[in-house]
């Protein structure tokens, strides 16, 4: 017979089955640490899309505007994050930024583009 033993505490497990804890104490610790890094990873995401939607913010354009991608990631933008992912009519793919958005010309440029919410 395997023995079982507690997923917090590694105490041999003598209950039931199913059991995974020795106790409440073990169980309610399991819990909040995997709660405390579920949060820190989603901190983590949401804080560098925050600041990616800061950077273009703090450019203030309105409608589009052109510029270099060599700037962008000076600023700190982390182009692997963002929240939405479309292709428009011309191919380009398109990546928001919640409410902004931009595509990457061949140039070496990217084209910002402020709508008034994400479609
Ligand atoms: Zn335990």
Redesign the pocket.
Known sequence: MNHRH?E????ELRGRIDQR???DP?RNSWHNRSKREENQTLSRINARLRRNRKILLELSFSGQLKIAREYLLHQGFDFSYFTRLIQNEDGAEVRYCYELAYYEESDGYCVLIKEMSEP
């Open positions: 507690c917090e505490c590694e105490e804890f020795c106790s073990c």
